[in-house]
């Protein structure tokens, strides 16, 4: 496994690899992605590309980022399996607040950035859309 540190649009993620090409799988900031790479080279045939091109280019779900709210938004559909958090609970960067069910795999939803709940907007067992809102996190 290979991690990287990244940054999309200012904010910070903690990147995880596994794999070789063309599949990997790729967690970032808990949530987990399945990616596969392939590009086409001058003669039309399809190659694969390193591991470093592959996060930066061809992630198969986007990366969902907090609003400037501090809202943390589902990165896919499914459905919520367990809330590890509280009302009020203080958490850090890369805490674990959902674990999500989406297409039979478990996906871990975590806090973007510290700070504390100030909403639960979602109940276990709850479908959720991508982008849906599941909680309210206040910076600081």
Wanted: hydrophobic residues 30%; without cysteine.
């Amino acid at each position: 496994m290979t991690k990287y540190r990244i940054e999309i649009e200012g904010n910070p993620y903690e990147v995880e690899i596994e794999g070789e090409g063309p599949s990997y799988s790729v967690t970032v900031d808990g949530v987990s992605y399945e990616v596969s790479i392939q590009e086409e080279d001058n003669k039309g045939e399809k190659e694969s590309r390193s591991q470093e091109q592959a996060i930066v280019s061809s992630p198969s779900t986007p990366v969902s980022k907090p609003s400037s709210l501090g809202s943390v938004p589902s990165p896919m559909p499914g459905t919520i399996l367990k809330v590890h958090v509280t009302l009020g609970k203080k958490v850090s960067a890369g805490d674990l607040l959902f674990t999500l069910e989406a297409m039979k795999m478990e996906n871990r939803i975590s806090s973007p950035i510290t700070g504390t709940v100030k909403k639960i907007l979602v109940k276990e067992g709850q479908a959720v859309n991508t982008g849906d809102p599941l909680a309210v996190i206040s910076q600081g």
